[in-house]
């Protein structure tokens, strides 16, 4: 089969697409025929080595994937092959074939594309636990949410949950045609954070009494003008860093405001941690995914595939996230959806 193999750890565009064995299906794994692989900015941190964990060398990169079930092992009862599932596993999703536990799988609507597939597994899982987990936003009916990066692929999920949740949503973007695409999906106000001071817009719009909940993909010195735009008893959700600056965070303002910093690493609980702790909290992401089905089915959100890339263009799709460029989520295709979509051909 064809796939991104990292040898070492490298930048992402020194990677590249050669044969590589078909995996094998090991106890309580499946085997998956993958038609779509979602693309983060996560990635190129995962394969140059600067990600949280270190998958062992060599290993076949990407964590988002959607597919086809082809085989099962032994002690995997969920899924039966022809199954459609999608996941965030551990490593290996960008290639024709993927082995994952069957534990970070979970089966798709009909109605839902491969590519949509692969945002739910990532993108709105991530939202749906920040946003909907008491321990960290706990998003209210009423609350004002600031939500940066809004057309990214976690952006668009925040605008869309928070609306169903029934918050205040402020979104950020840098362009006109991304303001309006946030508004379109919901926002109730929108800043142009290359335009105009989003803090001052932020106090504005809430008449100085400032927002009450933010969710941060960004980092830097947007998360140090978020705190300064927020209502007392507020939370901040760190979810990454696509700014590639790490907020020192300035406990004083913390204490002034009483406010609350509450980080997510969705795959803590996916078994990305020194202690895999996946199946201890299978039941609460099956859960949490499948509510995220559920709003899929009754139509309240809708997540935007941006663009679609051969797998031979692994490049150019991660550059286009890392541009941040992207609205919506970026995706691979492969097998019979690249045929479908006539993606490369």
């Given at each position: 089969?064809?796939?991104?193999?990292?040898?070492?750890f490298?930048?992402?565009d020194?990677?590249?697409?050669?044969?590589w064995?078909?995996?094998?299906?090991?106890?309580k794994?499946?085997?998956i025929?993958?038609?779509a692989?979602?693309i983060s900015?996560?990635?190129?941190?995962l394969?140059?080595?600067q990600?949280?964990?270190?998958?062992?060398?060599?290993f076949?990169?990407g964590?988002e994937?959607?597919?086809?079930?082809?085989?099962?092992?032994?002690g995997?009862?969920?899924?039966?092959?022809?199954?459609?599932?999608?996941g965030?596993?551990?490593w290996?999703?960008m290639a024709e074939e993927?082995?994952?536990?069957e534990?970070?799988?979970h089966?798709?609507?009909d109605?839902?594309?491969?590519?949509q597939?692969?945002?739910?597994?990532?993108?709105y899982a991530?939202?749906a636990?920040?946003f909907?987990w008491?321990?960290l936003?706990n998003?209210?009916a009423?609350?004002?949410?600031l939500?940066?990066?809004?057309?990214?692929?976690v952006g668009?999920?925040?605008?869309e949950i928070g609306k169903?949740?029934?918050?205040?949503?402020?979104?950020t973007?840098?362009s006109?045609e991304k303001?309006?695409?946030?508004r379109?999906r919901?926002?109730?106000?929108s800043?142009?954070?290359?335009?105009?001071?989003?803090?001052?817009?932020?106090?504005?719009i809430?008449?100085?009494?400032?927002v009450?909940k933010?969710y941060?993909?960004?980092?830097?010195?947007?998360?140090?003008?978020?705190?300064?735009?927020?209502a007392?008893e507020?939370?901040i959700?760190?979810?990454?860093?696509a700014?590639?600056?790490?907020p020192?965070?300035?406990?004083n303002i913390l204490?002034v405001?009483?406010?609350?910093?509450?980080g997510l690493n969705?795959?803590?609980?996916?078994g990305w941690?020194?202690?895999d702790?996946?199946?201890q909290?299978e039941d609460l992401?099956?859960g949490?995914?499948g509510?995220?089905?559920?709003?899929?089915?009754a139509?309240?959100l809708?997540?935007?595939?941006d663009?679609?890339?051969?797998?031979?263009?692994?490049?150019?799709?991660?550059a286009?996230v890392l541009?941040?460029e992207?609205i919506?989520r970026?995706?691979?295709a492969v097998?019979?959806e690249?045929?479908?979509?006539?993606?490369g051909?």
């Amino acid at each position: 089969m064809r796939a991104v193999v990292v040898d070492e750890f490298k930048p992402f565009d020194q990677l590249e697409v050669r044969d590589w064995p078909s995996p094998e299906v090991g106890p309580k794994q499946v085997k998956i025929r993958t038609q779509a692989i979602g693309i983060s900015f996560a990635e190129s941190l995962l394969v140059s080595g600067q990600y949280q964990r270190r998958p062992p060398l060599p290993f076949v990169a990407g964590c988002e994937v959607a597919g086809i079930v082809t085989e099962c092992g032994k002690g995997a009862t969920r899924f039966r092959p022809g199954d459609r599932v999608c996941g965030l596993i551990d490593w290996g999703s960008m290639a024709e074939e993927a082995v994952a536990l069957e534990v970070s799988l979970h089966k798709m609507p009909d109605s839902m594309s491969f590519g949509q597939g692969t945002t739910i597994a990532s993108s709105y899982a991530t939202t749906a636990a920040a946003f909907t987990w008491q321990h960290l936003l706990n998003v209210q009916a009423g609350d004002w949410v600031l939500v940066h990066g809004a057309t990214g692929g976690v952006g668009m999920a925040a605008v869309e949950i928070g609306k169903i949740l029934g918050a205040r949503v402020i979104a950020t973007a840098g362009s006109a045609e991304k303001l309006e695409l946030t508004r379109h999906r919901g926002a109730d106000h929108s800043i142009n954070y290359r335009e105009q001071d989003f803090r001052e817009a932020v106090l504005d719009i809430t008449k100085g009494a400032g927002v009450n909940k933010v969710y941060d993909p960004v980092g830097g010195a947007v998360f140090m003008q978020s705190l300064r735009c927020m209502a007392p008893e507020g939370r901040i959700c760190p979810i990454g860093f696509a700014s590639g600056e790490f907020p020192q965070i300035p406990a004083n303002i913390l204490l002034v405001k009483n406010l609350s910093v509450c980080g997510l690493n969705l795959g803590y609980y996916f078994g990305w941690s020194p202690n895999d702790v996946r199946y201890q909290y299978e039941d609460l992401t099956r859960g949490l995914i499948g509510q995220v089905f559920q709003w899929f089915e009754a139509g309240r959100l809708s997540p935007p595939i941006d663009q679609v890339f051969p797998l031979s263009q692994f490049r150019e799709a991660l550059a286009r996230v890392l541009a941040r460029e992207s609205i919506g989520r970026v995706v691979l295709a492969v097998n019979e959806e690249a045929e479908r979509l006539r993606v490369g051909l």
